[in-house]
C-alpha cells in the first residue's frame, strides 16, 4: 500500500508539472485617427476687372481645419508661374480676358482643398475697330487700330482705313502720335493719344475702358475745336 501511494503522488506531480499556462495576448495597437483636409470657407477678390500689368487686386481667404493643423495658404495665377503666399495677397496680374485666380489651402500632412475665381483683365495691346460719332460717316468697314501696352501703360499704334470712311479714302494709313504716346492707367482712363491720319484727320483721343476688357468709349477733340464721341471694340 506504501508503494502505491508514493507513486500516485509521483504521478501527479508529473501530471501537473507538464501542463501549459495559454499565452498571454499581445496588446492591441489603436489605429492612428485619419487626416482630414482643410475646408475653405470664404474667398474674395476685388476689383472684378483691371488692366494688365497695373491694376493690383486684392485677395484674401480663409479656411478651417478639423484637426486644429496649421495651415498654409498659397495663390496662384493663371497664364503665368507667378504664385504668392499668405491668407491676403495683393498681385498685378497680366493677361487679354478672363484670367484664373486658385486658392490652395494645405494643413502639411497631405490634406488641401482648393478654390478657383477668375477676374477680366483688358490690355489695349490689339486690333481695334474705330467707330467716330457712332459711325454716323457711314463706313462700310470701320478703320482698325493696332495698339501696344507696354510696361508702365504707354500705348503706341497705327491705324489702317479697310474702306473709305468720314472724308477718309481707302487705304490710308495712320498713327499715334510717336513724339506724344498715349497712356492707359490702373484705372482703364485712355489719355494722350493723338491719332493723324496723313492730311484728313489729326484728334487726341481720350476714354475709358469698360469691366469687359474690350471696349474703350470717350471723346475725340480735333485741332478745330470740334468734338464727337468715340468707340474702341477689340476684334
Given at each position: ?10 504521478s501527479s506531480t508529473i501530471a501537473c508539472g507538464g501542463s501549459n499556462p495559454p499565452s498571454p495576448s499581445a496588446p492591441s495597437t489603436p489605429t492612428p485617427p485619419s487626416n482630414r ?45 507667378a504664385t504668392a503666399i499668405g491668407p491676403t495677397v495683393a498681385a498685378t496680374l497680366t493677361g487679354d480676358g478672363d484670367v484664373a485666380i486658385r486658392l490652395t489651402v494645405t494643413d ?128
Open positions: 500500500m506504501r508503494n502505491l501511494g508514493v507513486a500516485l503522488l509521483i483636409s482643410p475646408t475653405i470657407t470664404s474667398v474674395t477678390v476685388t476689383p472684378a476687372s483691371g488692366v494688365s500689368g497695373l491694376t493690383s487686386f486684392s485677395m484674401s481667404g480663409t479656411a478651417t481645419d478639423a484637426d486644429n493643423d496649421p495651415l498654409t495658404y498659397q495663390w496662384s495665377f493663371g497664364g503665368t508661374t502639411g500632412k497631405g490634406g488641401t482643398a482648393t478654390d478657383l475665381r477668375s477676374v477680366v483683365i483688358g490690355t489695349m495691346t490689339g486690333r481695334w475697330s474705330l467707330l467716330f460719332n457712332n459711325n454716323a460717316c457711314g463706313a462700310v468697314v470701320a478703320p482698325v487700330m493696332t495698339l501696344t501696352q507696354f510696361t508702365g501703360g504707354v500705348v503706341t499704334g497705327t491705324m489702317e482705313s479697310p474702306a473709305n470712311w468720314c472724308n477718309v479714302r481707302a487705304g490710308t494709313p495712320g498713327k499715334l502720335d510717336p513724339a506724344a504716346p498715349a497712356s492707359i492707367d490702373s484705372q482703364g482712363n485712355f489719355t494722350g493719344a493723338r491719332l493723324k491720319v496723313e492730311g484728313f484727320l489729326d484728334v487726341f483721343l481720350t476714354g475709358k475702358m469698360d469691366g469687359t476688357g474690350r471696349t474703350v468709349t470717350g471723346t475725340s477733340r480735333a485741332t478745330n475745336g470740334q468734338i464727337n464721341p468715340f468707340t474702341l471694340r477689340k476684334l
